[in-house]
C-alpha cells in the first residue's frame, strides 16, 4: 500500500508535561551512534524541548548528529510516562492498526527516510536541519502490519542480542568492579601518582580535514567522543598514512588506557580502554603501563569521573585535562600481591567483553544488511512463522 509517511506515524505527537516538573531528559549527546537503546538519562525539570512515551523513536534532525546515526527508540520511561530530551528531535509514534512501533522504528532507521531527511536539509553550513514537511511527505510502500510486524521482530531479535551482550558485558565490568574494590581499601593508605604506575603519558593530535588525501584510509584514529563507550573495538573515522606522516597524531596500543582531555557535554574525564590498535587526537590522552597494572589504572580512573571533571574545572574556564595532570593524579600505593591478584582476575574477564563486543559488530552487520532488503521487500517475509 503506497502512503505518506505521516498517514503512518504521528510526528513530534502532544504530550502533557508541565514546566518545573522533574522527568526524564535524553539529551543528544546521551544518543548512541546507530544504537537502538537509550543507555543513559538525567532527572531533571522540564523547561521546553521534545516530549515522548516509550515506543516514540525518536530522530535528530541537525547536522552532524543526524548523519552520525543518532536515532534511537525510546524504553526508558513507566506506563504513561513522558520524558522530554533535546528541541532538535523528531519523535515519531505508529498509529495503532496502521503502524508497528518495531517496523517503524526501522524505517525511521533505513535509507529510504534517513537518506532522505538527510538530503532535505537547510540552513547555514554546520547548522543545517531537516525539513519535516519534506519527511512527512515521504512516498512509503507500506506492507501489511502482520508483515510490519515480522520484519520489526526479525530486526529485533539482533538488537535485543545486541543489548543482552552489553548487560553481560555491563556485569562482567561490575564483577571485576567490586573485586577491585574488595583488593583495594583506600582508607589511611599510602598515595602515589599515575605517573609513577605509567610507562608513558601522550596525547595526539588530528591531520588537517580539509585535505582528502587525509582521510578515509585503514588506519583507526579515535577522538574523544568515543571515550563513551567504556572498551573500544572500532573508530568512526579512519586516517591514511599521508595523514599520519603530516599531522602530530600518535599511535596507541591494544590495552591502552584512553582517556578524554578536553570535549563537550559529559566527554571530558571518560576513561575507556582500547581493545585496538589506533591513533589518536590531541583531545585524547593514551596511559601506557605494564600488563600487571593496566587493570588496576583503569578500573581506578574509570571510576574517578567526578574527580577528573573538579580538577579540569579548576584549571580553566573551558575545563581540561593535561598529560601532566593526569601523571599528578594520585592513586592509592597497591601492594605487588594485590596488583597480581587483581590482574589474574580482570585479564580472565576482559576477553569475554571482547568477544560479546566483537559478536555486536557482527550482528550489527547482518542487521544493516538485512535492513534495506527488509524495507525494500526484496526479501519476502511472508512465509516466515513467529
Known amino acids: 500500500m503506497k502512503c505518506k509517511l505521516a498517514d503512518i506515524a504521528e510526528f513530534n505527537p502532544k504530550e502533557s508535561l508541565k514546566k518545573g516538573t522533574v522527568a526524564k531528559k535524553v539529551a543528544m549527546d546521551q544518543l548512541q551512534p546507530f544504537c537502538r537503546d537509550i543507555l543513559s538519562y538525567t532527572l531533571e525539570p522540564f523547561n521546553g524541548g521534545t ?13 552532524p548528529c543526524l548523519e552520525n546515526g543518532k536515532t534511537a527508540k ?25 503502524s508497528d512501533e518495531d517496523y517503524l522504528y526501522y524505517l525511521i532507521c533505513s535509507p529510504l527516510v534517513r537518506d532522505a531527511a538527510i538530503k532535505s536539509m537547510v540552513g547555514s553550513s554546520g547548522r ?23 520484519i520489526g521482530a526479525l530486526l529485533r531479535f539482533l538488537d535485543d542480542k545486541c543489548q543482552l551482550n552489553n548487560k553481560i558485558n555491563d556485569n562482567l565490568y561490575e564483577m571485576v568492579n567490586a573485586y ?7 582508607n589511611d593508605c599510602e598515595m602515589t601518582t599515575v605517573g609513577n604506575y605509567a610507562e608513558r603519558i601522550y596525547s595526539g593530535g588530528t591531520p588537517m580535514t580539509s585535505n582528502a588525501a587525509y582521510w578515509n584510509g585503514t588506519f583507526g584514529w579515535f577522538s574523544s567522543g568515543e571515550t563513551r563507550n567504556r572498551f573500544v573495538i572500532s573508530t568512526e573515522k579512519t586516517i591514511t598514512q599521508a595523514g599520519i606522516d603530516n599531522s602530530s597524531t600518535k599511535l596507541a596500543t591494544k590495552y591502552d588506557i584512553v582517556m578524554a582531555s578536553a570535549g563537550q557535554g559529559f566527554t571530558r574525564g571518560q576513561t575507556s580502554m ?26 581506578n580512573l574509570a571510576n574517578r569521573y567526578d574527580e577528573l571533571r573538579a580538577i579540569s574545572d579548576s584549571s580553566s574556564i573551558r575545563g581540561s585535562l593535561t598529560t601532566k595532570m593526569i601523571a599528578a593524579f594520585e592513586i ?3 601492594n605487588e600481591q594485590s596488583l597480581q591478584a587483581f590482574a589474574d582476575f580482570a585479564w580472565s574477564v576482559i576477553p569475554q567483553i571482547e568477544n560479546n563486543l566483537l559478536e555486536n559488530e557482527r550482528l550489527t552487520a547482518l542487521r ?17 512463522q513467529l
Do not use: C
Not at 516530549?51 to 547536522?63: L, P, Y
Open 51 to 63: 516530549k515522548f512515551r516509550n515506543g516514540d523513536t525518536i530522530m535528530a534532525r541537525i547536522t
Open 74 to 98: 525510546v524504553a526508558i520511561l513507566d506506563d504513561r510516562e513522558t520524558g522530554f530530551g533535546s528541541t532538535e528531535y523528531i519523535v515519531f509514534r505508529a498509529k495503532a492498526g496502521i
Open 128 to 150: 543545517q536541519r531537516v525539513q519535516i514537511d519534506v519527511v512527512q511527505n515521504l512516498e512509503i510502500d507500506l506492507p501489511s502490519i502482520t508483515e510490519q510486524r515480522k
Open 180 to 186: 577491585y574494590t574488595s583488593l583495594f581499601k583506600e
Open 274 to 299: 582500547l581493545l585496538i590498535d589506533t591513533y589518536v587526537n590531541q583531545s585524547v590522552i593514551v596511559i601506557k603501563s605494564e600488563r600487571k597494572i593496566l587493570p588496576y589504572l583503569f578500573w
Open 332 to 334: 592509592p600505593l597497591a
Open 368 to 384: 544493516d544488511s538485512l535492513l534495506p532488503k527488509l524495507m525494500s521487500g526484496e526479501i519476502d517475509v511472508s512465509g516466515i
